[in-house]
């Protein structure tokens, strides 16, 4: 394992995760996370802390209800409103 | 317009939560919310079938902002510097993507899933706002980058410096609120 191997798959372990990289380089990063024992506690490390902001993303706040229906009502009454464009 | 009802209104919550980081009040927020859907409603006859709904809407919502903003002449200018500070420095070679003292303490890093939610949440807003607005799009509203390029009006590379860098900085936040809230135990040496 080369130390620029290494570099480069680390550079790239969140585009890796977030799904960005396209076919052949996300193959390329596996590979090297796979076999290298360097690189793969990273993977690791970074996998638990995306899962732990996925959980907490679900726990966010929701819109407060008045504004879902005032929202609401202020669709209804634009659809009913004559085309003007 | 029943398909803007099934693929816009469902990220109404979203939207708010974005509005309310963008105007830091309530109040102003549901204006900017409403502003939003009202526009979007009107244009969406310009939005494409199947591409991401919640990015589009998310565009929409900073332009509204933005343009009410600039009828303040002087938060238009504080806008503006924000947005000239780009992170033109990609990321180094040899940059390291965790905070390396958790890191070296759990590099399962399990400790992350003992952290409640508002701890979780609490410390991305406690983010830099350039570092938190790109790791909330990504992590908590599951934005791809070229959308969280589009809605914050910046280059590809900068999404990935600021995710790259933020979320370091996030792992560092969380890592110290676990230590002063004793889910991690560090012993002297
Ligand atoms: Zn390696």
């Known amino acids: ?85 | 317009m029943e398909s803007f009802h099934q693929e816009a209104l469902p990220h109404l919550d979203a939207v708010y939560r974005f509005a309310l980081r963008l105007s830091g009040s309530p109040a102003d927020a549901e204006d900017l919310v409403q502003e939003t859907f009202l526009r979007a409603y009107r244009a969406w006859e310009q939005y494409t079938p199947g591409t991401r709904a919640k990015s589009w809407l998310f565009t929409i919502c900073r332009n509204v902002f933005l343009r009410q903003r600039k009828r303040d002449r002087r938060r238009d200018e504080t806008v503006r510097q924000a947005a000239n500070e780009v992170d033109t420095n990609g990321i180094q070679a040899g940059e390291i993507p965790v905070f390396t003292t958790a890191y070296q303490y759990d590099p399962e890093g399990q400790f992350f899933a003992s952290i409640i939610d508002d701890g979780i949440l609490q410390a991305i807003e406690n983010l830099p706002p350039d570092f938190r607005d790109a790791v909330v799009l990504s992590d908590l509203e599951g934005l791809a980058y070229a959308e969280i390029a589009d809605v914050l009006g910046i280059p590809i590379g900068t999404v990935k410096s600021r995710l790259f860098r933020g979320r370091r900085l996030l792992q560092r936040q969380l890592y110290e609120y676990a230590t002063e809230s004793g889910y991690v135990q560090v012993n002297p040496q």
């Not at chain 1, 990289?21 to 490390?45: N, S």
């Open chain 1, 1 to 85: 394992m080369t130390r620029t191997d290494c570099l480069e798959a680390l550079a790239r372990l969140y585009e890796f995760l977030d799904g960005e990289l396209d076919a052949a380089d996300a193959a390329a990063v596996r590979h090297h996370m796979e076999v290298c024992a360097g690189c793969y506690p990273f993977l690791q490390f970074c996998g638990s802390f995306q899962d732990a902001l996925h959980r907490a993303a679900k726990g966010q706040p929701a819109a407060p209800p008045e504004l879902r229906q005032r929202i609401a009502s202020l669709l209804r009454n634009e659809g009913l409103k004559p085309h003007n464009h």
